[in-house]
């Protein structure tokens, strides 16, 4: 199989992922081993992988496994903006969007029902579930639901349900007034969310993977 990993965003980003067991290890870009970030002096250029634009579409696309060396299990896969020429670890501090995958040598996009037979948990996953409560732009709303504190959902990856191809699209908080509960995301929606649409959240991240990502 191919192109199990993808994201989309501004047709002049490039982006990368790395991908993550279940115990927290990375692997290297070609799947052959698993190591904590940082073993033998490696970084984000031996384990990314650079995701391919799709033309001017703003849609990029990568092979989960490109040398078939990864082993059935269930792995996450967080995006970054890659900010220079290469992967770097500076670029891992703000993660873009965020996938499960539960591979088998196929494409195999992890689902909340399978994490839950796995007895996953689910609560780690997402911080918030909630809704939109105003309406403002393709950049910003007001959150139904959510806490009070100022810059408390920064740099975690949020999903809208759109309603219209019953998608999630996924996006980064760039800042969140918690006096509001107004969102401001890095990039703008394809479509402008609107009262009582879907929104998850999930993955505060602030620290490289050696904090943990899982």
């Not at 501004?10 to 870009?29: E, K, M, Q, W, Y």
């Not at 070609?30 to 995701?51: H, N, Q």
């Not at 670029?91 to 029902?113: M, R």
């Not at 994490?115 to 732009?137: D, E, K, R, W």
Request: charged content about 10%; overall charge negative.
């Amino acid at each position: 199989m191919a192109n199990e990993l993808y994201t989309d965003g501004d047709p002049g980003i490039t982006f990368f992922a790395c991908r993550f067991n279940a115990a927290g290890g990375v692997l290297l870009s070609d799947g052959a081993s698993v190591e904590a970030w940082g073993t033998g002096g490696r970084d984000a250029e031996d384990y990314g992988i650079v995701l391919a634009a799709q033309g001017s579409s703003g849609h990029f696309v990568g092979d989960f496994d490109p040398n078939t060396n990864i082993g059935a299990g269930l792995y996450k896969v967080p995006y970054f903006i890659q900010s220079g020429s290469i992967p770097q670890d500076i670029d891992i501090l703000k993660p873009y969007a965020v996938q499960f995958i539960e591979w088998s040598n196929s494409n195999s996009e992890i689902t909340l029902s399978t994490l839950s037979a796995a007895m996953l948990p689910i609560a780690n996953l997402f911080i918030l579930q909630t809704t939109v409560g105003t309406a403002i732009s393709n950049v910003q709303f007001i959150l139904a639901a959510g806490t009070t504190g100022i810059s408390a959902y920064d740099n975690a990856v949020i999903g809208v349900l759109n309603p219209t191809t019953g998608l999630y699209e996924l996006r980064r908080i760039a800042y969140y007034d918690g006096n509001t509960r107004t969102v401001t995301v890095n990039l703008p929606f394809t479509f402008t969310p609107v009262a009582g649409d879907t929104v998850q959240l999930s993955g505060v991240a602030t620290t490289p993977p050696s904090g943990g990502w899982w």
